[in-house]
């Protein structure tokens, strides 16, 4: 399990769509990582990648909605992180769909999503959660 609980952020709601989003991460690194055959792995590959194109947007908003009512000061230039990876997201499932399901781009892609979930939640959202100590504010969104 790639999750730690030293990611929390205490805000119920994100930390469980964090926890959602390292299991799937872990899924697909695990079934690209599998002996199985490409052809085999291609429809959990799309499933992932219909998922995160969906779930990451939703998550994106719940988390930037809670950075909002605790007055985040770094909300804009969190918002742009998440814009960008939307971005990528989007980018590397065209190029992906494209080029008629290639095994090399979703290894590469899954590599760089692991790093960056990882990355992120451990640095960039762990600075939402010293805020909001710091201030003393609210920790849940809903």
Not at 1 to 21: C, F, I, N, T
Not at 30 to 55: C, D, H, I, P
Not at 101 to 127: C, P, S, T, Y
């Amino acid at each position: 399990m790639l999750w730690k609980d030293k990611y929390e952020l205490g805000v119920s709601l994100v930390d469980e769509q964090h926890k959602e989003l390292f299991q799937r991460v872990e899924n697909f690194v695990t079934t690209l990582r599998s002996s199985a055959s490409w052809e085999e792995k291609v429809q959990r590959v799309n499933e992932t990648l219909e998922f995160m194109n969906g779930y990451v947007v939703e998550h994106f908003r719940d988390e930037e909605a809670y950075q909002k009512h605790i007055g985040y000061p770094g909300y804009e230039a969190h918002k742009k992180i998440h814009a960008d990876m939307v971005n990528y997201v989007m980018k590397v499932t065209s190029e992906y769909e494209n080029s008629g399901f290639n095994e090399q781009l979703m290894q590469q892609f899954a590599g760089k999503l692991l790093a960056w979930l990882i990355n992120h939640v451990a640095a960039e959202d762990q600075r939402i959660a010293a805020y909001a100590i710091e201030k003393g504010v609210e920790n849940n969104a809903e």
